[in-house]
């Protein structure tokens, strides 16, 4: 028995519906992976998805189970700015209030990294949110 109108207009509307509804997911989770990949740290040479090493172990004298872990001395993080003007933020969000713009070249002291902004300090001791990388700020191990 063939299918009424009503049948087939319903049909076409589920398959519309469900396009979209398979489209708006698949642009949900590659807006949550593009701010997990603007929100980590990279470094030069560094392979898609590895994590950055903050801190070497090294073996001392001939006792495998003495290790020693040092931090290179006097080496914290910064933010250098790239755009003229860059907004330091209250928030990690464009919409939170604007507490000053910073010049192009400034280095920042980083404090926190959040899903594509850093917080950080500036020489004046401000502290507030910048975004991450991109035109906008460079990160300086």
């Known amino acids: ?14 398959r519309i519906v469900g396009a979209w509804a398979l489209l708006l ?22 392979l898609p998805g590895s994590t950055p090493a903050t801190q070497s172990v090294e073996p001392t004298g001939t006792d495998a189970s003495a290790e020693a ?5 006097g080496t914290k993080p910064t933010v250098t700015v790239l755009a003229e003007g ?8 464009t ?16 404090l926190e990294t959040a899903n594509g902004w850093y917080r950080v300090r500036d020489n004046t001791g401000d502290e507030g949110w910048v975004a991450a990388g991109g035109n ?5 191990k």
């Open 25 to 46: 997911i698949l642009a949900w989770l590659a807006w949550g992976m593009y701010g997990d990949y603007r929100s980590t740290p990279k470094s030069p040479g560094a």
């Open 1 to 14: 028995m063939p299918a009424s109108r009503g049948q087939i207009a319903t049909m076409r509307i589920a």
């Open 95 to 110: 919409s939170a209030d604007v507490i000053k713009k910073l010049k192009s070249g400034s280095s920042l002291e980083l």
């Open 136 to 140: 906008y700020s460079e990160l300086v």
């Open 69 to 73: 872990t040092t931090k290179p001395v």
């Open 86 to 93: 860059l907004n330091l933020r209250k928030k990690p969000m």
